[in-house]
């Protein structure tokens, strides 16, 4: 089969031919449409997981994937051949991901069915993404009329936050580059906070200005420790604070009364139907701004500038 590989930590993705991979037992086979692309897959590759889950070289990256059930394994009675699923994938030993035309995986892993209305395309860019924003709004407990900023709201995960937030009736504040302020607005952001070159303001110096209450709810997606404990400054007693990359200090937040930290997405396959569901009743839109051939995973993984998700066509 046709495979993205690396064949060693932090090596250059290039094509390559592997062997298709076999259902065992407790597994199914899929025929691979579409693999969304994460920065995680870049952060594999770089060998943020070497010396903590096994690694097989060489390494077919990509965590994401949507196709079709080719093969059922023994055991298996919850898919049948034919059926669309998708997937979030993170299985020992690392390497055998979705960027490729095949991937055999556990029946009982985040997999779940593609209802007619969801294209294959987009239901590769919801599993990582969509099921940390849905895991953030539950942790955090977005309620109405809540004021909520998210800062990294034009990725994937915040493209997603932006929805899920206005569905929940808060007040959304999201940050953009000015070029992107349309979009935000049109995803449901309430207020968008320009940044940038030419903006000379941080994103908390901008909302002090603008919300000098405070905000309720921080969902950081980007910023290193020090810029997270400035926007964490915007947060009132009794509201909650959340960083994707390991930037919060929880003991800081506890003494001013903030709940939340760091947060690890643990969503499986229960978030990702619910997701599946708002996708295909149009409640979410799935914000796909780049759908590549597998062939050019090179030139799309790691990139920065995302709006919204990139999505390998198989
Ligand atoms: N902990 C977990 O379980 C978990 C789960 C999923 C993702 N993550 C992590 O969360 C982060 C976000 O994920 P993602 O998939 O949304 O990434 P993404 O799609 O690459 O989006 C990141 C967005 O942030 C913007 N950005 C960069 N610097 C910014 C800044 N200083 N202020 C405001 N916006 C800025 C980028 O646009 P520009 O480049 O144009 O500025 C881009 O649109 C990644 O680091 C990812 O690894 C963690």
Redesign the pocket.
Known sequence: MRAIVVREFGAKPETADMPIPEAGAGQVLIQLEAAGV???DQ?IIDGFLNGRLPHDFPLIPGTDGAGTIAAVGAGVDDFTLGDRVVGKFLIPPIGHGTFAEYIAVPHDSALALVPDEVTSVRAAALP??GI?AL?LMRAARVRDGQKMLI????????SYLVQLGALAGAHVLA?A?PDDTDRMIRLGATEVVN??PAIPAS?ADSVRTTDPGGIDVLFD???APP?FADNAGLVRSGGAAFS??GSADEAALRARGITGG????SGGAAELRELLRLAATGDLMVPISAMPPLSEAAEVLGA????G?TVLVI
């Open positions: 994460n920065p995680f952060r990582t993404a940390t895991d800062v990294g709201a034009s990725g994937g995960v915040g940050t580059r940044y940038g994103v997606l980007v910023s810029v994707t990359i760091n947060l690890e997405s920065p500038g995302a709006r998700k």
